[in-house]
């Protein structure tokens, strides 16, 4: 069986062990195990990158050599649409398999808005489902389906989360669109200092080191390269009781929006580097 067969293989058993209502009925914490068969996890999104953005779907002015290597050694899309290409519903539909509005999710659920509204509490997703297979599960980024307690990630299967539940945040501050501070561990605000970006990838990494004796599922969604345009050495735009930073100005978005897309190619290729460097790269997708 060659890698690409044994990709297909796993993913259809996944996607088929999260849309079977036997599946998730019967699973419970009582059918753990820490089977070596399991395959590890890392599913990887970034937010508002164009497809034409990254080097192996042809862009020249931006170098994405780690994403590029992924590409080449595994699965390209060239013809992928998605029926609601936003925040929130992107998310919904990727976390439970099922089309966003089932979900409860027809829009973005913004801060000002929808801060007592998320996804459909019913609903089961993919990180509910491998945790009672005996997954450790953990989430590193972006959540955006649910700002109250009852949506965090912690209550949707995800062992850990760290990261911020709203549309976006300021990568220096994490002060979000309406001035709140947002940057969570599980269920408690716990700031951090750091680039969004570099972040994510550091305790995705640190996830991956915890977890290598058992079977992890690791879901990495990337604030970057979403609005506010910031490079790691640019000054925070939104800052503490309400105050106003310094906004990054047109002529200035290419470069910093560049810079983003390379930061967090780096960031994945220290994830990558991580399951190589541990041994587990034959069984991890």
């Given at each position: 069986m060659n890698r690409r067969q044994f990709i297909k293989r796993i993913a259809g058993g996944v996607l088929a062990a999260a849309l079977t209502n036997g599946a998730c009925s019967t699973a419970n914490s009582g059918n753990r195990s820490n089977g070596s068969d399991k395959p590890n996890i890392i599913l990887i999104m970034a937010d508002d990158l164009g497809y034409g953005d990254i080097s192996c779907y042809g862009s020249t002015k931006t170098g994405t050599p780690n994403i590029d290597a992924l590409a080449r050694g595994g699965m390209k899309f060239t013809d992928y649409h998605s029926n609601c290409p936003v925040c929130s519903p992107t998310r919904a539909a990727?976390?439970?398999?099922?089309?966003?509005?089932?979900?409860?999710?027809?829009?973005?659920?913004?801060?000002?808005?929808?801060?007592?509204?998320?996804?459909?509490?019913?609903?089961?997703?993919?990180?509910?489902?491998?945790?009672?297979?005996?997954?450790?599960?953990?989430?590193?980024?972006?959540?955006?389906?649910?700002?109250?307690?009852?949506?965090?990630?912690?209550?949707?299967?995800?062992?850990?989360f760290i990261g911020y539940v709203s549309g976006n945040v300021d990568f220096h501050t994490h002060i979000d669109q309406s001035g709140y501070e947002d940057w969570w561990k599980n269920l408690e605000k716990v700031p951090e200092k750091g680039y969004t970006t570099d972040l994510i990838t550091k305790h995705g990494v640190n996830f991956i080191e915890r977890h290598k004796d058992q079977p992890f599922c690791l879901y990495l969604p990337h604030e970057a390269p979403h609005y506010p345009y910031q490079g790691r050495k640019d000054p925070p735009e939104r800052l503490p009781g309400g105050k106003k930073g310094r906004k990054t100005k047109g002529d200035e978005i290419a470069r910093a929006y560049k810079e983003m897309v390379e930061v967090m190619d780096e960031g994945i290729g220290r994830i990558v580097e991580t399951v190589k460097r541990l041994g587990l790269e034959r069984k991890t997708f």
């Amino acid at each position: 069986m060659n890698r690409r067969q044994f990709i297909k293989r796993i993913a259809g058993g996944v996607l088929a062990a999260a849309l079977t209502n036997g599946a998730c009925s019967t699973a419970n914490s009582g059918n753990r195990s820490n089977g070596s068969d399991k395959p590890n996890i890392i599913l990887i999104m970034a937010d508002d990158l164009g497809y034409g953005d990254i080097s192996c779907y042809g862009s020249t002015k931006t170098g994405t050599p780690n994403i590029d290597a992924l590409a080449r050694g595994g699965m390209k899309f060239t013809d992928y649409h998605s029926n609601c290409p936003v925040c929130s519903p992107t998310r919904a539909a990727l976390l439970t398999g099922r089309y966003q509005q089932r979900a409860g999710i027809e829009g973005v659920v913004t801060a000002a808005k929808h801060r007592h509204t998320g996804m459909a509490l019913e609903e089961v997703t993919f990180a509910e489902v491998l945790k009672n297979h005996g997954y450790a599960t953990g989430i590193f980024g972006k959540w955006h389906v649910g700002y109250s307690a009852e949506f965090n990630p912690a209550k949707q299967g995800f062992d850990e989360f760290i990261g911020y539940v709203s549309g976006n945040v300021d990568f220096h501050t994490h002060i979000d669109q309406s001035g709140y501070e947002d940057w969570w561990k599980n269920l408690e605000k716990v700031p951090e200092k750091g680039y969004t970006t570099d972040l994510i990838t550091k305790h995705g990494v640190n996830f991956i080191e915890r977890h290598k004796d058992q079977p992890f599922c690791l879901y990495l969604p990337h604030e970057a390269p979403h609005y506010p345009y910031q490079g790691r050495k640019d000054p925070p735009e939104r800052l503490p009781g309400g105050k106003k930073g310094r906004k990054t100005k047109g002529d200035e978005i290419a470069r910093a929006y560049k810079e983003m897309v390379e930061v967090m190619d780096e960031g994945i290729g220290r994830i990558v580097e991580t399951v190589k460097r541990l041994g587990l790269e034959r069984k991890t997708f």
